[in-house]
């Protein structure tokens, strides 16, 4: 193909009236936008979804108080069945409780960190929420399953 040829396509394509791709927003405001097209995040949202999240914190701290009164009672359970599954059974509700506590406190501390600063790409998020996942991936279930029987 000669340059002459080459200049007559581009200059065909361009009398065509392509559109052009925009992919660092949306097309217009009915989509999330603002009414110049451009993306928009309101950082009270950001702010008022991490302090909800910490906030859960408060009721999971009572039923850990709840949950260690109701367990001071047996002592020692061996030679007793009974008392030691359920010895068995609130050690891993207490241990289970206590993450979703723990992951309530850095999840809502990232989404009030990416409220206040704005600065964080989706990139660093993703990365946090993902070190969060595997800090606090659930527990295996205890109760029902056959151990050493």
Known sequence: MSWDEWEQLKADAAS?????????????????????????????????????????????GKALGKLADGQSGPGDTTGCRSAAAQKELYDSWKKYVGDVNGRCGKLGGLLERAGHDLAMTDGDVKAELDKIKAEYHDTVAVGGQAKDR
């Open 16 to 60: 065509r009236g392509t559109t052009r791709m925009r992919l660092n927003r949306t097309s217009s405001a009915e989509n999330g936008g603002d009414a110049a097209g451009g993306l928009k995040s309101d950082k009270k949202a950001w702010t008022k979804a991490g302090e909800d999240t910490k906030g859960l914190q408060d009721g999971l």
